[in-house]
């Protein structure tokens, strides 16, 4: 009796092996909600991003209030007219940076960055510090 192997089964053993090779990258990267009258908020390879309806000079100053309430270590803190960089330590040494971003008068786009490959639970817990400031 004579075995044939199909030509096909290396590719489908390699395309399996890749997809599960694959797997532990993607999974979880991305993550969206809808935040109620804060638009959408999206979690995208390690970046949390958000847009607020309401005016940057105030979320500006509710995000510098919410990293001094949370304890943060301040590192730097870069503002125009247009953007606002803020970065900051846990007392982990986890480098925090909030990026803010005026888009319209009464829009503006929050970008949190926690730590090398982001942090979900925090990132939330800033944005809700945030929030809770306006």
Do not use: H, W
């Amino acid at each position: 009796m004579k075995t044939t192997i199909s030509r096909f089964r290396p590719f489908t053993v390699l395309s399996l092996a890749l997809a599960l090779l694959a797997l532990p990258v993607l999974s979880g990267c991305i993550i969206a909600a809808a935040g109620a009258g804060a638009g959408t908020m999206a979690y995208v390879r390690g970046e949390l991003d958000t847009t607020l309806g309401n005016n940057y000079n105030k979320v500006v100053d509710a995000t510098r209030t919410a990293l001094k309430e949370l304890e943060f270590a301040r590192v730097s803190e870069n503002k125009d007219a247009l953007k606002a960089v803020f970065v900051s330590r846990t007392a982990l040494d986890k480098k925090v940076e909030v990026t803010v971003e005026k888009v319209g008068d009464k829009s503006t786009k929050v970008q949190i960055r926690v730590g090398l490959f982001g942090d979900e639970q925090m990132s939330v817990s800033i944005l809700d510090k945030i929030k809770s400031n306006l």
